[in-house]
């Protein structure tokens, strides 16, 4: 029987059950059991276990590394190499033309480069 998830207990006890059911089928009992818990793991999570805001320096600096790029290889994202410095210093911040083009040219979400604190 499915019930709210109220504190870590419940939650813990919810884990266990959704393990016990991954892989059941759509539409069929455990399947839909699972998909309830599923919902409540995830809304107690959101409450209980917040993400920090996106950190677009962390986010190009990552992929950065996956590419294996050097900060002279950002100058056709974010202009010369004092504006690549000045952003990767946290001096300056990412301007909508230097999101669209590290989106589309490094292929970094814009929920990653678009920082949460200027949003507010």
Not at 30 to 45: F, H, K, N, S
Not at 74 to 92: A, C, D, H, M
Request: glycine residues 4%; aromatic residues 6%.
């Amino acid at each position: 029987m499915v019930k709210p998830i109220r504190d870590e207990k419940s939650y813990n006890e919810a884990l266990k059950r959704i393990e016990a059911l991954w892989g059941s089928e759509i539409a069929t009992p455990d399947g839909d059991e699972l998909d309830v818990l599923m919902t409540l793991v995830e809304a107690y999570e959101d409450k209980h276990y917040p993400m920090p805001p996106s950190d677009p320096v962390e986010a190009i600096l990552f992929r950065m590394e996956q590419m294996d790029l050097r900060r002279k290889d950002l100058e056709q994202f974010i202009g010369p190499k004092s504006r690549v410095s000045e952003v990767l210093n946290r001096k300056r911040a990412l301007s909508m033309k230097q999101i669209v083009k590290l989106h589309h040219g490094m292929g970094i979400p814009y929920e990653s480069l678009i920082d949460d604190n200027l949003m507010a």
